[in-house]
């Protein structure tokens, strides 16, 4: 992979036009108790960041507390709806435009890398022995050319999310805990009208949600297969029968047990939370989510199923982490450094968790008993240590080319076999367009 970061050639002139540079002092501390730029002049830094209510309040209330500790810096945020945000940044970062500090998605970070809007963190603040030390072992996503480009205050794993009030109408004790319990119990919990019409899914299913985590980072390794090579350079998903074993599976919800449909109550997380659907598969930051929007749901949280009793631990690993732009320096440098160390310290990771339902990144902080012995927090808190990411190198692409090969085999009739060779083809085109 060529060092994209470095300011040479045609990336030069990204770096130019970039705006937020001012003249400099030595990086401090994020807990402000010294001065914060050159002889304590004021210094202003914007930070960016999707548009999830939880979140956006939160980090304003965070913004204050760090303005209040640090009074010569001022934290502008700037919100916007997800499927805007990386058109947003496309644009808006080469013209001048864009912020100091961004909040990216771990499977968006090589793309950024690549397009030259990141800087690496400065391993005077953020060295990779702490970084390896302290977070979770799949913070190695973010680490691209030797160096590391962002940092989480939260992270995710999967779960299954079940109702408890329908799983007792049903008679049912406790939640699956393999593949055959999880089919069987999806259908026991599936109702339909005389016409046919889903009325109560046993399963919600969404392959656009976090259906295409779950297959590649859950139900593959469960099957004995393996995403990608050592190298994360080549696509691995048709190198042994688990590739299509659980593609299969993943399908058969809809495809042959016919406990799900897609956009049934428009998401997959809607219909859980509406009462329309018994389980579904989710992460850890839905259960913010449901707190705000659904107080009175009875439900519960449990591990994955696996494959079979006693088989493989997985579940996907996700998060999102935060950067500073390309181009940012001096001063400005200083004041997003002391943000960002401010943003992944102890105490706002803890609040973090309790307010958004993400889990800390830093293993000392997550397995607290607070966390790893609560019934909600707990089931996702269990399975980090085995978690995994998928190195994604377009996030978005290889999501939408997920999704193309589950409709080419739900509303084409392709074979789930000639669709997962497509889907592969695909992706590995991606892997080598980037690494090449």
Known sequence: MKKHWKYTGALASVAIILSACSGGDDSQSGTGDTEDGANGDPVEISYWQYQFDSKVDLMDELIEEFEDANPDITVTQTNFP????????????????GPDVINLF???????????????LPQESFSHEEIENEFFPFIESVKLDDEYWTLPTGVRTLSLFYNVDIFEEYGIDGPPETWDELVDTAVELTERTDNGQLEQSGMAWEPAQQGHHWWRDGLLPQAGGQSLSDDAQTVTWNDTDAGLESFEYYLSFARVHETSERDFYTEDFIAFQTENAAMNIDGSFRLGTLQTEAPDLNYAVAPLPVHEEGGE????????????????????????????????SEDVMERWTEEIGELPA?????????????????PFVEQLPYASTHTFVDESTERDLFIAAVDRVLLQDMSPE??????????????????N
Do not use: C, H
């Not at 631990?313 to 002391?338: C, H, M, Q, R």
């Open 418 to 435: 000639e669709s997962l060779d497509i889907l592969t083809e695909e992706t590995q085109a991606l892997f080598d367009a980037y690494w």
């Open 106 to 120: 771990n499977g968006w970070v090589p793309n950024y890398v690549d397009q030259g809007f990141l800087q690496p």
């Open 362 to 378: 830093r293993e000392s902080v997550a397995m607290q008993e607070q966390f790893a012995d609560d019934e909600l927090f707990g």
């Open 82 to 97: 997800y499927d805007q945000f990386n058109e947003r940044v496309a644009t808006q970062v080469p013209a001048g435009e």
């Open 313 to 344: 631990l997985s579940s996907p690993a996700t998060f999102w982490s935060n950067g500073i732009v390309a181009g940012v320096e001096d001063e400005k440098l200083d004041a997003s450094v002391k943000f960002l160390e401010f943003l992944t």
